[in-house]
């Protein structure tokens, strides 16, 4: 079974630029998460949806960031403006429905905004 | 507010010793899961053990188990036997909004 696909691994922008991270969930997990994780933090939820459905966004900051799953499948999240603050490693997990207390972690895109 | 605390930032342990990550959270809800989750240098996050709140018995994946003590809000995970391959980063973490620690790096001493 494949994994949890992000791309790009790394990206590199200049403050005020955009950038948008990519995820394929694993085939079939109708949850798929955002996280922010800042060196030296526990990851944060930005967003979760369920198939193509937003469950909390609460903690997405939604001036500059935006999150969307068209077709319940993959995963983007945009950042525009990018701030400094914004360098961090993007983590998407995904996890079944029948058992959505289990999240499986892709490798991240690393960002860092100069 | 819901909170997860990790007050150990680091931690080293003999190779094949026993070593014990601290956890403590906060939260209103009656049911909620506990998780263990580590993240090696570099590589992808992955699910160590979990726990149902409502379950009295302790949860135990080979050589990791847990101590959840509900009413003290406390979820220590244990080691046994460590290996080199136990270096990572543990983040403790609760389904309640899905809140994660800060995590503890852990470091196995040859």
């Known amino acids: 079974e494949a994994g949890v696909a992000q791309s790009p691994r790394y990206k590199i922008i200049e403050k005020r630029q955009s950038v948008a991270f990519w995820c394929n969930p694993i085939s079939g997990h109708a949850t798929l998460y955002w996280y922010q994780q800042i060196l030296g933090q526990g990851p944060k939820l930005l967003i979760q949806?369920?198939?193509?459905?937003?469950?909390?966004d609460s903690q997405l900051p939604k001036d500059r960031f935006s999150a969307e799953r068209l077709k319940g499948v993959d995963s983007t999240l945009k950042i525009q403006p990018a701030k400094l603050e914004d360098s961090a490693v993007y983590l998407c997990a995904s996890s079944p429905l029948r058992d959505k207390n289990i999240q499986y972690f892709g490798a991240g895109t690393r960002l860092s905004v100069l | 507010a819901q909170t997860v605390t990790q007050s150990q930032p680091e931690m080293s342990v003999q190779e094949a010793e026993t070593v014990t990550l601290s956890c403590t959270y906060d939260t209103s809800e009656s049911d909620y899961y506990l998780f263990w989750y580590k993240q090696p240098p570099s590589r992808q996050m992955i699910l160590v053990i979990r726990q149902e709140a409502y379950k009295q018995q302790n949860a135990t994946e080979n050589r990791f188990s847990v101590n959840f003590q509900k009413a003290a809000k406390s979820f220590s995970l244990k080691i046994s036997d460590s290996q080199l391959g136990d270096a990572a980063m543990y983040f403790c973490?609760?389904?309640?909004?899905?809140?994660f620690g800060k995590g503890t790096r852990l470091h196995i001493l040859p």
């Open positions: 949806f369920q198939n193509n459905g937003v469950v909390d």
């Open positions: 973490a609760c389904d309640d909004k899905i809140i």
